[in-house]
């Protein structure tokens, strides 16, 4: 059974850093997109950065600030967040693709298969 099980979410001044990881059982995850999205209170799961074949995607309202990456087993993600601010505060959540290749766009929820349970980030100002 495929787990994501994220974690490092807390609270943290603004200005601050944080640093998620999701850990990835069940299979391996090596060669597919694997992301992280985020939902704020009273809004849509947006995207905020994704990995796959050694290329990093993200939001451009992220850009400079959060850095993804992925240990060697490719099972492992990582989201570094600087500088955080107020508009950060949101439920982050891991994603996983199923598939290698193919579907739905790496900036898309549709693409991916396998969700984690969420961890919360607030930022105070």
């Known amino acids: 059974q495929v787990q994501l099980v994220e974690s490092g979410g807390g609270w943290v001044q603004a200005g601050g850093s944080l640093r998620l990881s999701c850990a990835a059982s069940?299979?391996?995850?090596?060669?597919?997109?694997m992301a992280w999205f985020r939902q704020a209170p009273g809004k849509e799961r947006e995207f905020v950065a994704a990995?796959?074949?050694?290329?990093?995607y993200y939001a451009d309202s992220v850009k400079g600030q959060f850095a993804i990456s992925r240990d060697n087993a490719g099972n492992t993600l990582y989201l570094q967040m600087n500088n955080l601010k107020p508009e950060d505060t949101a439920v982050y959540y891991c994603?996983?693709?199923?598939?290698?290749?193919?579907?739905?766009?790496?900036?898309?929820?549709?693409?991916?298969?396998?969700w984690g349970q969420g961890t919360q980030v607030t930022v105070s100002s």
């Open positions: 990995t796959r074949w050694g290329n990093v």
């Open positions: 994603a996983a693709d199923k598939d290698y290749s193919g579907g739905d766009s790496i900036y898309s929820s549709r693409k991916y298969d396998y």
């Open positions: 069940g299979r391996t995850f090596s060669s597919n997109a």
